[in-house]
């Protein structure tokens, strides 16, 4: 065994890109599930803000284009969602299921002259003076605009939700949408906003997979990765820096675990493969352990003014 | 899992549609494919068979897939739904379908089922796989006049025979030309991942490998070996030519479209019997892609001839001294490894570093 060959540097590098689309999809579907609403669509507007952001970018010469394109796209897709729903009435968890059947088909279907394309992909952006430090400047400061930007994000959702009067309604809809009803607040309304911002941020996530992680569309692509945002929100206990936690926790094991291989580790590949889930699971027992969920009071009810 | 639901019954619907319009003339072939059509490796290429098999026999024959099934006990489902939809001949296209096909051809004995790359037969189940190993001596070859690091990756799917004879080939092949080569193996325990490939690759590259050779089956190592720059790959199950010139610098291609073509053939006119095909260059079954310029033209030469010694069969990439990873010998000067032991193989040889994961 050879930790030696491994490099800390490239290592914290590689897996902040490899955790960056499962973080902005759960950071997402942490303010509709915030709002009181559970999308299991995540994976399906992922592949869909995949595909489209790559057929875009691959159209247009701009990944620029092709991310705004993707986020589009899956918002747009994440509103019929909402329309079932919050107007419809529709039961959420069959119709989330129905949204990332109908995101892998419908990607699939987009996808079949993109196979085997290559597209413009996003130049690292090394951020002045920050990028030149030693050590911390090539592990966070020289990445791409979308690992930044998916940051930032974190901390816009994290001071929206606590400080601002926006995150204090949205959260009351999440908590009790009677309530908030009756304080003449529009829940529908607010949920589709929630609902839209989420399906924009998978459709990010997604589309940073096809124009920057792997970079290339093949179909099925996410490969399970909504569901594991999915399931960071749960481990986040529904807040925003233990998303990127969590986030960055499951890239990094998974970016480990191939590096430790890489590297001629002895201890046993089946371990190592599954380390991510179990540390998952783990954190999951130990939050259920404590009593404090943190979920929203309403989330996955439906909601109708005349009940 | 609901999508495939979903697809199972479209397909079952189809099919009892088909056997409601009397029993005609027309074959019915299914295919199980573990991945998607469109993952440009090994699943597309049994797609290739597929469409031929539907060329081929025109009117006469009549073919249903289900593209992403996944391996194991959850795959019997989707075999019986086709067997009983009036499927004729079912061929089933990954490893991992091997103890499924058997359960379900008891079930079904005037069914036959085909299963690609397993050792289990029955009356009514035949085994056929390709001779990956010398298109994979080839690759070592190549790999080893090519690297400047000495540092080969290795991004393998699971521990299983097929696999671990691609291993031992290309490690064997690339250390005759470069005493120096070492080889780094990640097991990614999938065989369809296109983010999780791409990450093996990249933790390869970081650590210094400069040529990927990959047996899953997406194009992301190739996509991520391309972004590295000076890294070069080799097509996997496909030709994955638009990765060429560089990094692609050749490609295993796998051929089904003749064997297909016969066993229906062979399912129309009764004469159907149960066997074990494992064909290679030779046959053409397995198919050597072309090597770009970005190879020197002596190791391009000396690659090519290596091709047509396999093909003639003078030459068997398994051929001693060959000692096991322990030290132990397995092959003496100038035996050749017998095809019961290549279809188990459960040991690296001797040089390779690390343990098979079981």
């Given at each position: ?11 914290v590098a590689?897996l902040m890109v490899s955790a960056t689309p499962i973080l902005l999809a759960a950071i997402g579907e942490m303010v509709v599930e915030k709002s009181?609403v559970?999308n299991?669509g995540v994976e399906?507007m992922m592949i869909t803000g995949a595909?489209v952001g790559?057929?875009?970018a ?5 990944p620029g284009l092709g991310f705004a394109a993707a986020a589009l796209a899956s918002a747009l897709l994440s509103l ?42 996003l130049p690292d952006l090394p951020l002045?003076?920050l ?8 592990m966070l400061f020289q990445h791409d605009l979308m690992v930044y930007l998916s940051i930032a994000l974190v901390a816009a959702v994290w001071a929206g939700l606590k400080f601002t009067r926006a995150g204090l309604i949205l959260r009351?809809?999440g ?15 607010i949920r589709l906003m929630a609902i839209f911002f989420g399906g924009a941020c998978s459709g990010l996530g997604g589309a940073y997979l096809s124009l920057v992680r ?8 996410t490969?399970?990765a909504g569901?594991i945002a999915l399931a960071i929100v749960v481990f986040a206990s529904w807040k925003p820096w233990r998303v990127l936690i969590g986030a960055y926790l499951f890239g990094g ?41 943190g979920?929203p ?11 | ?358």
């Amino acid at each position: 065994m050879d930790l030696g060959t491994i490099n800390p540097i490239l290592l914290v590098a590689s897996l902040m890109v490899s955790a960056t689309p499962i973080l902005l999809a759960a950071i997402g579907e942490m303010v509709v599930e915030k709002s009181g609403v559970l999308n299991l669509g995540v994976e399906g507007m992922m592949i869909t803000g995949a595909v489209v952001g790559f057929a875009v970018a691959v159209n247009t010469g701009s990944p620029g284009l092709g991310f705004a394109a993707a986020a589009l796209a899956s918002a747009l897709l994440s509103l019929s969602f909402g329309v079932l729903t919050q107007f419809l009435l529709s039961n959420q968890v069959a119709t989330g299921l129905g949204l990332t059947l109908v995101g892998l088909g419908l990607s699939s279907l987009i996808g079949k002259p993109y196979e085997g394309m290559k597209s413009p992909t996003l130049p690292d952006l090394p951020l002045p003076l920050l990028a030149d430090m030693p050590v911390i400047g090539p592990m966070l400061f020289q990445h791409d605009l979308m690992v930044y930007l998916s940051i930032a994000l974190v901390a816009a959702v994290w001071a929206g939700l606590k400080f601002t009067r926006a995150g204090l309604i949205l959260r009351a809809v999440g908590e009790s949408h009677d309530a908030a009803h009756a304080l003449g607040y529009k829940v529908v309304r607010i949920r589709l906003m929630a609902i839209f911002f989420g399906g924009a941020c998978s459709g990010l996530g997604g589309a940073y997979l096809s124009l920057v992680r792997v970079p290339q569309w093949t179909e099925g692509m996410t490969a399970g990765a909504g569901w594991i945002a999915l399931a960071i929100v749960v481990f986040a206990s529904w807040k925003p820096w233990r998303v990127l936690i969590g986030a960055y926790l499951f890239g990094g094991v998974t970016v480990l675990q191939l590096n430790l291989q890489a590297a001629g580790t002895r201890l046993p590949v089946e371990y190592l493969s599954m380390s991510p889930y179990l540390i998952t699971i783990l954190v999951l027992v130990i939050i259920s352990a404590r009593g404090y969920h943190g979920a929203p009071a309403s989330l996955g009810r439906p909601f109708h003014a005349s009940h | 899992m609901n999508r495939r639901t979903l697809l199972a019954s479209a397909a079952l619907a189809l099919g009892l549609a088909g056997t409601a319009m009397a029993q005609d003339d027309t074959t019915k072939v299914g295919f199980i494919y573990v991945g998607p059509v469109g993952d440009g490796g090994w699943t597309y290429e049994h797609e290739q068979g597929r469409l031929a098999v539907e060329e081929h026999f025109g009117d006469k024959v009549e073919t249903v897939f289900q593209e992403s099934v996944p391996e194991g006990a959850d795959s019997e489902r989707a075999m019986t739904q086709m067997a009983l939809s009036g499927a004729d001949i079912i061929f089933t296209t990954s490893f991992g379908y091997m103890d499924p096909t058997i359960n379900v051809a008891k079930k079904f004995p005037d069914v036959k089922f085909e299963h690609a790359t397993g050792y289990k037969r029955a009356d009514n189940v035949s085994t056929y796989s390709a001779r990956f190993y010398e298109g994979r001596a080839i690759q070592g070859l190549i790999a080893g006049h090519m690297t400047e690091t000495n540092k080969i990756g290795y991004i393998a799917s699971f521990p299983i025979p097929e696999v671990i004879r691609g291993i031992n080939s290309a490690y064997l092949h690339a250390k005759e030309v470069n005493p120096d080569v070492e080889f780094s193996i990640v097991w990614a325990y999938t065989w369809f991942d296109p983010a999780k490939e791409a990450d093996a690759a990249n933790a390869l590259i970081e650590q210094g490998a400069d040529v990927i050779l990959q047996h899953t089956d997406s194009t992301a190592p190739q996509a991520a070996a391309e972004k590295a720059g000076n890294v070069i790959t080799f097509g996997q199950a496909s030709d994955m030519g638009d990765y060429a010139p560089m990094p692609r610098v050749s490609s295993i291609i796998d051929n089904w479209a003749p064997y297909y073509i016969d066993r229906v053939q062979a399912v129309m006119d009764g004469t159907w019997e149960s066997k074990d095909t494992w064909d290679g260059i030779g046959p053409g079954m397995v198919g050597i892609g072309e090597i770009t310029d970005a190879v020197p033209e002596e190791v391009k030469a000396e690659a090519l001839a290596m091709k047509d010694a396999i093909a003639a069969g003078e030459y068997h990439p398994f051929t001693g001294p060959i000692n096991k990873q322990d030290g132990t010998p397995w092959l003496a000067e100038g035996e050749v490894a017998d095809d019961g032991t290549l279809a188990g193989m459960d040991f690296y040889v001797e040089g390779l570093t690390g343990e098979i994961p079981n």
